[in-house]
């Protein structure tokens, strides 16, 4: 028996949505699955589906809709015109680093005189510092213009103003009630600005003001705009969508230099580059210059002319990326270890463990604590923070991360009076305080935690986009879900369930045997199942059980041929119980059968062997399973072969048999 790690959460689906699908897919000329998503993503109409599947440059928002920007571009020509010194105020993740870096190129078209700066993150911390802006006065820039940051500078901006600086805030985060007195603001999140899509990154709002800057949309930028983007996990809908698709398309057809040197290091290709490449290859190695370095070398990678420098910057990123790897995966194992304990602690003092998994350590980096964070998130499913802690003045420094259903920023706004600072929303928040509150945060929010959330709150949750049949995977069909790409956050990839299906063939697979790789369906009509990490589950199934199977269809090529396939989520697999388990002797019987046979197809023998010897299939079956894994038999795609001189093991040494007795007798024992 296999049971399903996750909750699925099947997508309803009624008669209303099945006649818009059916004609969708007339319509547009689309499979029917494909009609079936667009429908489920909210795309009844032929003009909103056609915008989601092929809007162009034509659906942008007109730059001017966001408040603050006609005075922001009124501003940059007095710039202009007096000849006056522009600085770009940018942040040190991906998002900050592409914002910057495209009104580096920006600017440079627009003969500004201008230059860039990031705080470096272990020095001087997130935001405008006053230290910061007493240099920029000091260098005599008279513009300063944030990017993804800024929004909350209200005392920054106020010293800025008294040393003759102006500034423009260029943000997306959430604004607070007092807003700074800058000479102009541009965030769509703003109480008075109507712009219609608020999901815009720090680097899209950067592209808007771009736009108004140049009286065009810079297209040629938008491979920036995607990294920042997709980075940053904004939705992909929108202008994000339109943005992002541009942005893919531009680097795979006439890559920048940057681009090229960071595909080079990663070993991406950029002809086939997704947004899961830049979400899981390029995004991870910009953001570690921030992390562990400083994220200037990002920016000059982004914004050089000169291969050279670019391609040793993206050697020098990758470098950085598998350091931080290096330095995340020591602090995962110090941070389980000491979880454990707190579980150990718990179960021999007779308490209940902790709902909030809360941990810290001095020489933590907290560069990558956010990291850790998802990565023990991923393990047990529990709201989790984790905090660097300064030896000396003991002040704590932490990043959260939490699970469906769990407000992370309503519960530290209940902890607040523990909190020096904090900031964030549901999923995810940054915070500080003293070590002395720590033991009292932890108390406070697992008291939240187990408040608020209900057991089903505890185990993840697989939204399931629609259930489908082996005759929905067709080549076709998959190919054509590409129409919906990109996906990412908002946009995700679809996931189906295939309830039912007979198991045509599994086997281990890959270094070690740690991969799985199954077979659905019967006769010609097969879908191949790829898990990675799942080995172990070959030795739990047979080959003829059903199982119900969760996954993202897909295409593999090899050697010039396209076959589908589904990349494994989760799957349950329950077998029919034998309600008489096979005696020693029958066992025995089978396999003198099978060494008098030596080989033969697979086809029809469990059949053929119970009927001569008085079983039922599934009961054969079950012994060819335990044969093989006893390697007594070879199984060889769709045939057996007898091994002529096996070593001899006993049955009760199989993992197939001890669990179908176990079953058996359980089944038994209650009916």
Not at 251 to 273: K, N, P, Q
Not at 295 to 315: F, G, S
Not at 377 to 405: M, N, Q, W
Not at 555 to 579: R, S, T, V
């Given at each position: 028996m296999i ?20 004609r969708l897919?007339?319509e547009i ?10 429908v489920?993503?909210?795309f009844r109409?032929?003009?909103s589906?056609?915008?989601f599947?092929?809007?162009g440059e034509?659906?942008l ?10 005075v ?11 000849g ?14 592409s ?12 003969k ?15 935001g ?11 260098a005599g820039?008279k ?9 909350s ?6 010293y800025?103003?008294s ?40 680097v899209g ?18 491979d920036i705009?995607?990294?920042?983007t997709?980075?940053d996990?904004m ?6 969508r339109i943005?992002?698709?541009y ?7 006439d ?6 040197a960071?595909?080079?290091v ?6 086939s ?17 921030g ?6 070398r ?5 914004t050089t002319?000169d ?18 790897q ?16 707190k579980l150990?602690?718990?179960?021999t ?22 990291i850790?964070?998802?990565k ?18 003991g002040k ?17 706004t209940?902890?607040e009076?523990?909190?020096d600072?904090?900031g ?10 003293h ?5 009292q945060?932890?108390a406070r929010?697992?008291?939240l ?8 709150d505890w185990?993840p ?16 069909t ?14 995700r ?44 589950l ?8 059903a199982i ?11 050697n ?6 589904l ?24 396999y003198?059968?099978?060494r ?8 029809g023998l ?12 599934d009961a054969v079956r079950l ?18 072969q007898?091994?002529p001189s ?7 040494s ?7 007795k176990?079953?058996?007798?359980r089944f038994n024992?209650?009916?």
């Amino acid at each position: 028996m296999i049971h399903r790690k996750t909750r699925w959460d099947v997508a309803p689906w009624a008669d209303p949505e099945e006649r818009d699908a059916s004609r969708l897919s007339e319509e547009i000329g689309l499979p029917p699955l494909v009609a079936k998503l667009l429908v489920q993503r909210g795309f009844r109409e032929q003009s909103s589906a056609r915008q989601f599947l092929y809007g162009g440059e034509e659906h942008l928002h007109d730059p001017y809709l966001l408040h603050g920007m006609k005075v922001a571009v009124k501003r940059f020509q007095s710039a202009i015109e007096n000849g006056e010194k522009v600085r770009i105020y940018g942040d040190y993740d991906a998002d900050g680093v592409s914002s910057t870096s495209l009104l580096v190129h920006v600017f440079r078209e627009m003969k500004l005189d201008f230059d860039y700066y990031i705080p470096h993150r272990a020095i001087e911390g997130y935001g405008l510092n006053n230290d910061a802006i007493t240099k920029a006065a000091d260098a005599g820039v008279k513009l300063l213009v944030t990017v993804d940051t800024g929004i909350s500078a209200y005392t920054q901006v106020e010293y800025a103003n008294s040393l003759g600086i102006d500034v423009i805030v260029t943000d997306h985060h959430e604004p607070p009630e007092v807003l700074p007195n800058a000479c102009a603001i541009i965030n769509p999140k703003q109480a008075h600005c109507n712009y219609p899509f608020k999901g815009l990154a720090g680097v899209g709002v950067a592209f808007k003001l771009a736009s108004a800057l140049l009286d065009r949309p810079p297209l040629e930028f938008t491979d920036i705009v995607s990294l920042g983007t997709i980075a940053d996990l904004m939705p992909l809908a929108d202008e994000n969508r339109i943005l992002v698709r541009y942005g893919l398309d531009r680097i795979r057809s006439d890559a920048s230099i940057g681009f090229r040197a960071l595909a080079e290091v990663t070993g991406i290709e950029l002809e086939s580059i997704t947004s899961s490449s830049i979400a899981f290859g390029m995004g991870p190695r910009v953001n570690a210059a921030g992390r562990l370095d400083h994220a200037r070398r990002a920016v000059e990678m982004l914004t050089t002319p000169d291969y050279d420098v670019a391609i040793l910057e993206a050697i020098g990123l990758d470098n950085l990326n598998k350091e931080r790897q290096r330095i995340v995966e020591t602090i995962v194992q110090e941070a389980e270890e000491r979880w454990q304990a707190k579980l150990q602690i718990a179960a021999t003092s007779g308490n209940d463990s902790p709902a909030v998994i809360l941990l810290g350590a001095e020489g933590w980096n907290v560069g990558v604590i956010g990291i850790v964070a998802s990565k023990l998130l991923e393990r047990h499913y529990k709201p989790v923070i984790i905090f660097g802690i300064d030896e000396k003045t003991g002040k704590c420094k932490g990043s959260a991360r939490s699970i469906e259903g769990f407000d992370l920023h309503a519960a530290l706004t209940r902890c607040e009076d523990l909190l020096d600072h904090y900031g964030g929303h549901q999923a995810a928040a940054g915070m500080t305080l003293h070590r002395d509150h720590l033991e009292q945060l932890e108390a406070r929010m697992s008291q939240l935690a187990l408040e608020w959330l209900s057991d089903d709150d505890w185990i993840p949750r697989s939204a399931i986009d629609i259930q489908c049949s082996l005759e929905d995977a067709s080549l076709e069909t998959i190919t054509q879900l590409s129409l919906l790409e990109p996906f990412g956050i908002g946009n995700r990839s679809p996931r189906f369930l295939f309830e039912g299906m007979e198991l045509a063939d599994k086997r281990a697979i890959g270094k070690e045997a740690k991969h799985l790789k199954l077979a659905l369906g019967s006769g010609r009509k097969l879908l191949d199942v790829i898990a990675f990490g799942k080995g172990e589950l070959a030795a739990t199934l047979h080959k003829g059980c059903a199982i119900d199977i969760v996954g993202e269809l897909s295409i593999n090529e090899w050697n010039g041929a396209k076959k589908p396939q589904l990349m494994l989520h989760d799957l349950h697999y329950e077998p029919a119980p034998l309600p008489i388990f096979p005696s020693r002797e029958q066992f025995g019987s089978v396999y003198q059968q099978l060494r008098r046979i030596g080989q033969a197809p697979l086809l029809g023998l469990s059949e053929r062997l119970a009927q001569q010897i008085g079983l039922t299939a599934d009961a054969v079956r079950l012994m060819l399973d335990v044969f093989e894994e006893l390697k007594f038999i070879e199984i060889t795609g769709s045939n057996f072969q007898a091994v002529p001189s096996p070593e001899k093991r006993e049955l009760t040494s199989s993992k197939h048999y001890c669990t179908a007795k176990e079953r058996t007798d359980r089944f038994n024992v209650l009916h």
